[in-house]
């Protein structure tokens, strides 16, 4: 393989990542279905209101811990995946490139079985 073609690894690396992007979505929408089920949102938001709001307020502040908060953070860090993994697919394609022309690149054989 003598060289990639950077624009090519960008496009491809973007809609590999948006996949991912939704592959990590549903992941934490699983896992935090499940956490919900076992009550474990309902304890620590509850330790942390006792702890901020002292154990004879009645605050009825928000949860610390909600699913829009829980999925906003996630759709941002995976918004942020795209991005860098995009960006070092394409480094990494120029990069290969310019030792390709230094070294000659990769030889690849092909042959059929017996």
């Given amino acids: 393989m003598k060289r990639f073609d950077p624009w090519s690894v960008l496009k491809l690396s973007l809609v590999l990542g948006v996949a991912m992007f939704f592959v990590w979505l549903v992941a934490v929408g699983v896992l935090y279905t499940v956490l919900d089920g076992m009550g474990v949102w309902d304890k620590l938001n509850g330790t942390y209101s006792s702890l901020v709001g002292g154990e004879g307020a009645n605050a009825s502040s ?36 310019v030792s390709a022309d230094l070294a000659g690149g990769l030889e690849v054989t092909l042959s059929e079985r017996e």
Avoid: C, H, K, M
């Fill in 62 to 97: 928000e949860p610390l811990i909600s699913a829009g908060r829980v999925f906003g953070i996630a759709a941002i860090l995976g918004a942020i995946n795209i991005v860098l993994v995009s960006a070092l697919a394409t480094v990494s394609a120029f990069i290969y490139n």
